[in-house]
């Protein structure tokens, strides 16, 4: 299993603002940080903000920052809302296509496993990945708030 780049990135935009606590942050900042994708940046921060766990700030000077406290964001919900609601395997759709689906039992275990998979990471929080703030400031070249 592999979690796609969208949950990645969300989990980093988050653990990036975590550690600015008296400043906003920008998609600029956090591209550049990471080396990734300015323009792909952009779509997951408007997620984030869509599901109340950033706020967004326009404008000049503008930027975003937590719209919760570290220690009040799950892993397994940043992930879930990341991954979304798609059926982890086509016979759990609505839509009939798999002729074993009625013996099968492939849906049951990739079911368990993954409820097993946001169990661990429900166990998370933000706030434990940041535990270390000031190596990931210094690796992550941080701007002082």
């Known amino acids: 299993m592999r979690l796609t780049t969208f949950s990645d990135y969300s989990l980093r935009v988050l653990m990036y603002l975590a550690l600015q606590e008296e400043r906003l ?12 994708s300015e323009s792909h940046l952009m779509k997951v921060v408007h997620q984030l903000a869509l599901n109340g ?30 991954e979304g609601s798609t059926p982890i395997v086509e016979c759990l759709s609505d839509e009939p296509g798999c002729s074993i689906a009625p013996v099968c039992k492939l849906a049951g275990v990739l079911v368990r ?8 990471l429900d166990r998370y929080t933000l706030a434990d990945l940041v535990k270390r703030p000031s190596e990931l400031k210094r690796i992550l070249m941080v701007q002082p708030g």
């Not at 942050?25 to 990734?36: C, M, R, W």
């Not at 496993?113 to 661990?120: G, M, P, S, V």
Request: charged content about 25%.
């Open 25 to 36: 942050a920008t998609i600029q900042e956090i591209a550049s940080a990471y080396g990734i």
């Open 53 to 82: 766990l950033v706020e967004t700030v326009r404008g000049k000077g503008g930027g975003m920052r937590l719209a919760r406290d570290p220690a009040d964001v799950r892993l397994g919900e940043v992930v879930r809302q990341a």
């Open 113 to 120: 496993a993954f409820d097993a998979l946001y169990a661990e």
